[in-house]
């Protein structure tokens, strides 16, 4: 095993027409030895399939994935469901984004059900629903890859950036920052994950954009 890993980097989706499992495969031929390595998957957002098949054709070679990074907390959730350790990276950006300090990411594997409360300083990363009676709040953004039933409140210290984000938005209550709102009772649009943003004041529900650039900080569950 090496000691220093391998870093292996996916293209950019719209830079590129080949899907990842064909780059990794294209870089397998061209460059790799046996040994460690970092996975970079840039914007692209790898189903749990996709990624298992990644690390069947890197194991075939010999090669263990100590690391997985992307450019958005959506890209890491098949890693951290075989539990990779992941970090976020930061996007090509402005240079006022570039010097802009990401938020500490929390990511919580599991449901939350009734009676639980998950509470962080920075963002959180939900792998599951929140289920009714259930709360989970944080200074940054709550991001849950599931529904959300329960209470969120996003920007518990003030924020009024931060927002709510889930596969599914049906909760009792919607906080962000002072803001109280009800979840919609009709259905997303097919697709669309749904997020809760402050807009004038007010907490408006609205298709949601995946990007989160975000530093990884603790795992739990």
């Avoid at 997985?68 to 976020?88: C, I, M, P, R």
């Avoid at 329960?150 to 518990?156: C, F, N």
């Avoid at 919609?184 to 990007?211: H, K, M, N, S, Y």
Wanted: hydrophobic share 40%.
């Amino acid at each position: 095993m090496q000691a220093v890993p391998q870093h292996l980097r996916l293209t950019a989706q719209a830079r590129s027409s080949a899907s990842a499992l064909e780059e990794v495969a294209a870089w397998l031929n061209s460059a790799s030895e046996p040994g460690s390595l970092w996975l970079h998957c840039s914007d692209r957002v790898l189903t749990l399939p996709e990624r298992r098949a990644i690390q069947d054709l890197l194991g075939g070679a010999g090669l263990l994935v100590e690391r997985v990074q992307a450019e958005t907390a959506l890209g890491l959730v098949a890693a951290a469901a075989l539990g990779l350790e992941t970090s976020l990276s930061q996007p090509d950006a402005t240079p006022e984004l570039a010097r802009a300090e990401p938020q500490r990411l929390t990511i919580h594997r599991g449901t939350l059900r009734s009676g639980d409360h998950l509470e962080v300083d920075g963002s959180v990363l939900v792998l599951g629903d929140v289920n009714p009676g259930a709360r989970v709040s944080a200074a940054g953004d709550v991001r849950i890859w599931g529904r959300l039933r329960g209470v969120a409140h996003a920007g518990s210290g003030g924020n009024q950036q931060a927002r709510i984000v889930a596969l599914q938005l049906r909760p009792l209550q919607l906080r962000i920052a002072g803001a109280v709102a009800r979840g919609p009772d009709d259905q997303p649009p097919t697709g669309f994950c749904e997020q809760a943003v402050l807009r004038g004041g007010a907490i408006a529900i609205e298709p949601a954009e995946p990007q989160w650039p975000l530093e990884t900080g603790s795992v739990s569950g």
